[in-house]
């Protein structure tokens, strides 16, 4: 079992910042590769980046390529999402996620989830 806790969401402006963390207990961390999603409000969850175990090869959702960067701490069992430019239709609750073996960007192929942590951009 991986038990995943997010922090760091808030309320911003657009065009600012926020850096979201993602800490991971249970099994080896370093094991698994990592993702994060979100979801706004009637709409379904959807992929936003994912990096492999080695902490190399992220991948992005073509929404957020150039503006969010996902790395991660295996010393730390953390997984960040650094958010830049923000935009009002940022606006979700963010989820992290992990899997065995390979990166994914589908919500159906992880196996651990988070509770989410809010993040809300205003105009």
């Known amino acids: 079992q991986v038990q995943l806790v997010e922090s760091g969401g808030g309320l911003v402006e657009a065009g600012g910042s926020l850096r979201l963390s993602c800490v991971a207990s249970?099994?080896?961390?370093?094991?698994?590769?990592m993702g994060w999603f979100r979801q706004a409000p009637g709409k379904e969850r959807e992929f936003v980046a994912t990096?492999?175990?080695?902490?190399?090869?992220?991948y992005y959702a073509g929404s957020v390529k150039g503006r969010f960067t996902i790395s991660r701490d295996n010393a730390k069992n953390t997984v960040y999402l650094q958010m830049n430019s923000l935009k009002p239709e940022d606006t979700a609750v963010y989820y992290c996620?992990?899997?065995?073996?390979?990166?994914?960007?589908?919500?159906?192929?992880?196996?651990?989830w988070g509770q989410g942590t809010q993040v809300t951009v205003s105009s």
């Open positions: 996620a992990a899997r065995s073996y390979n990166i994914a960007s589908r919500s159906e192929d992880y196996e651990y």
């Open positions: 990096i492999n175990w080695t902490g190399s090869s992220p």
């Open positions: 249970g099994r080896t961390f370093s094991s698994y590769a």
